[in-house]
């Protein structure tokens, strides 16, 4: 059974700071997302990754993939208030069907 | 494009009546997933449909709970005699193929 987990849960950081999110899972997997979740909201889609070595960017959050580590990161460069949110990452597996298997997410919350 | 639509937005139920949750989903989607979200938690698979067919329904509980996807109309997701525990956000996402998702704005179950 997949398993995807985050960390931190939670994470507080100053403005203009940098900080990473993690994401492991435990199977092969097709592709890897990358969620926002502002309270009460639905999920904004940020990254899809599909390959070994994929790096994407957008603005101040770089995200990447390791797919021999199975592992995916979520970098911020000099946070901003506005991205505090709940930040999750997905997976599909290998062989899994078209489901996604959510990670705990991350609580973001940029002080000013 | 309208996007996937969810209704209701907010549903209360009392316990021991029935929830049934509607999702649209996006013009030329044909794959519909369900998903629910407890408080401060990720994101749980529930079921796969694409037309009239039930792909995976693995995340389904055993018991109370149905899913449709009928040739003409929403994605319909019916929770008979509701329990407190089903108090949750109940998400609809819609592809166009094996990929690609877009996510509704949720409907929020509070059974009283």
């Known amino acids: 059974e997949l398993k995807v987990e985050q960390n931190p849960l939670f994470l507080s950081m100053q403005e203009g700071k940098n900080y990473t999110i993690y994401c492991n899972y435990s199977t092969t997997s097709d592709r890897l997302y990358w969620y926002r979740q502002d309270p009460g909201k639905s999920l904004e889609s940020l990254f899809v990754?599909?390959?070994?070595?994929a790096v994407k960017q957008e603005g101040r959050l770089m995200a990447s993939l390791d797919t021999k580590a199975r592992l995916s990161t979520l970098h911020i460069t000099a946070a901003v208030h506005d991205l505090s949110a709940t930040y999750f990452c997905?997976?599909?597996?290998?062989?899994?069907?078209?489901?996604?298997?959510f990670g705990t997410g991350t609580q973001l919350k940029v002080e000013l | 494009n309208a996007g996937v639509m969810q209704n209701p937005r907010h549903l209360v139920r009392r316990r021991g009546q029935e929830a049934r949750l509607r999702c649209s989903p996006m013009k030329g989607h044909s794959h519909v997933y369900w998903y629910r979200q407890l408080p401060e938690e990720g994101l749980k698979f529930m079921v796969y449909l694409q037309k009239e067919n039930i792909i995976d329904e693995s995340g389904m509980p055993k018991e109370r709970f149905s899913a449709e996807f009928p040739k003409e109309g929403p994605s319909i997701l019916r929770i008979q005699q509701v329990v407190r525990g089903d108090s949750a956000a109940y998400f609809c996402?819609?592809?166009?193929?094996?990929?690609?998702?877009?996510f509704g704005s949720g409907t929020r179950l509070t059974v009283v």
């Open positions: 990754l599909l390959s070994n070595g």
């Open positions: 996402a819609s592809s166009p193929r094996t990929d690609g998702y877009t």
């Open positions: 997905a997976v599909v597996s290998t062989g899994g069907g078209n489901k996604l298997t």
